[in-house]
């Protein structure tokens, strides 16, 4: 789980170039989730927070426990599409 303010303090992260555009676009927290691969497909989630405080620790571990639960949750949507396709 990354947090640019793992990094950098937010007045540090404005000035680098991702820092910059995500601040045009009002973004002001970001996380970055590793998810497991799906075959050959390296996945992330990438959530964003606009106003407010940044992401707690409570939601962090929330998204860790979601992060296991994810590979099972998309293999039942790919196969449910994949069904109803046919």
């Known amino acids: 789980m990354l947090r640019h303010s793992g990094f950098w303090t937010e007045r540090e992260y404005s000035n680098t170039p991702l820092g910059s555009m995500w601040a045009t676009l009002s973004f002001r927290h970001e996380v970055l989730v590793p998810m497991t691969p799906y075959g050959g497909i390296d996945r992330r989630l990438l959530l ?13 571990m929330m ?8 590979p099972s949750c998309m293999r039942v949507a790919i196969e449910s599409c994949a069904a109803s396709r046919t």
């Open 63 to 70: 998204l860790r426990l979601i992060r296991r639960m994810w």
């Open 48 to 60: 964003w927070r606009d106003q407010g405080p940044d992401f707690t620790e409570r939601e962090l």
